[in-house]
């Protein structure tokens, strides 16, 4: 039962029963990347600006760093050829995709943070506050 009002109210565990019904009504599936996540395409018009709308539904959860950079560019019709048929180009200098951790307890926390004490050793160039007595 929790499982049916997630997928009621929550855009961030995939897609929405909304977002579904839309999709159904409107879009035919193009294809899926290596996460699992499905793409969509808006059926037969030109959209409102005359360009067919596109959708992704997240395989889980909803993280827009998931979306690998030939599907990110067919979502914001960078190019209108869908990935897997496209002759794209793959640079030595591509990383393997690993999570947005901001928000986590993994996330990145640098000497001074907050969570890490709030101090951080000085530096010989530190800033010194203007006082109005000196």
Same mark, same amino acid.
């Given at each position: 039962?929790?499982?049916?009002?997630?997928?009621?109210?929550? /855009? /961030?565990?995939?897609?929405?029963?909304?977002?579904?019904?839309?999709?159904? *009504?409107?879009?035919?599936?193009?294809?899926?990347?290596?996460?699992?996540?499905?793409?969509?395409?808006?059926?037969?018009?030109?959209?409102?600006?005359?360009?067919?709308?596109?959708?992704?539904?997240? $395989?889980?959860?909803?993280?827009?760093?998931?979306? !690998? !950079?030939?599907?990110?560019?067919?979502?914001?019709?960078?190019?209108?050829?869908?990935?897997?048929?496209?002759?794209?180009?793959?640079?030595? /200098?591509?990383?393997?995709?690993? !999570? $947005?951790?901001?928000?986590?307890?993994?996330?990145?926390?640098?000497?001074?943070?907050?969570?890490?004490?709030?101090? *951080?050793?000085?530096?010989?160039?530190?800033?010194?506050?203007?006082? !109005?007595?000196?």
């Amino acid at each position: 039962m929790a499982g049916f009002f997630k997928r009621i109210f929550t /855009w /961030w565990n995939g897609h929405t029963f909304g977002t579904s019904w839309q999709i159904g *009504r409107k879009g035919e599936k193009v294809g899926t990347d290596a996460y699992g996540n499905e793409y969509y395409q808006e059926r037969g018009s030109d959209g409102y600006d005359g360009r067919q709308r596109r959708w992704v539904k997240y $395989n889980g959860y909803a993280d827009a760093s998931r979306v !690998p !950079p030939e599907w990110h560019g067919w979502l914001h019709h960078m190019y209108d050829s869908i990935p897997d048929e496209a002759e794209l180009v793959d640079h030595d /200098w591509i990383k393997e995709h690993h !999570p $947005n951790l901001t928000g986590t307890v993994y996330a990145y926390k640098p000497q001074g943070s907050l969570d890490r004490g709030g101090a *951080r050793a000085k530096v010989s160039g530190d800033y010194e506050a203007w006082s !109005p007595e000196g």
